[in-house]
């Protein structure tokens, strides 16, 4: 199967041009509002839906999108901190990180060795337990951390 290319680099009047494009959902950065309307009109002629036009943008797709004149920058701040105030009642509450451990784990060989090799307990309901006690699902925590990753 053959995948269209999500990120599109071009020039459209001699202005550089950058369109994404995530399913259904397209965001633009072009160099003012005249050379991404020109886009958008060159997409709407090709679509039988008109194409609906929000403006400038401070989110997409859960990511935060900062303009300014001089450039765009993307980042997964709000959406960390969204996920974070799912669990912050709850197991982040009794963690308090100092600027002597700049990281929640400790970076000792020996630790790291162990925990590389940790395994938890198989049993099922045990597994279902500790989520329960710490009302959290880890696939779940994981999985919403690492879209932020891969995304910023």
Not at 21 to 31: C, E, G, H, L
Not at 85 to 114: H, V
Not at 126 to 136: C, E, I, P, T, Y
Request: contains cysteine.
């Amino acid at each position: 199967m053959i995948h269209e290319p999500c990120l599109y680099l071009g020039m459209i009047n001699g202005k550089r041009v950058i369109f994404k494009r995530q399913v259904d959902d397209f965001a633009i950065a072009a160099p003012d509002a005249q050379t991404a309307d020109i886009l958008l009109d060159m997409l709407d002629d090709k679509l039988t839906i008109p194409i609906k036009r929000q403006g400038f943008l401070d989110m997409y797709n859960g990511i935060d999108v900062y303009q300014t004149r001089d450039y765009i920058k993307i980042a997964c701040t709000s959406f960390v901190d969204k996920c974070c105030e799912k669990y912050i009642d709850t197991w982040m509450k009794t963690y308090m990180m100092s600027g002597l451990q700049p990281t929640p784990l400790p970076s000792n060989p020996t630790w790291m060795k162990k925990f590389n090799t940790a395994t938890g307990d198989p049993d099922k309901k045990v597994q279902a337990k500790l989520a329960k006690d710490m009302k959290l699902s880890y696939r779940s925590g994981v999985g919403e951390l690492i879209w932020a990753m891969t995304t910023c």
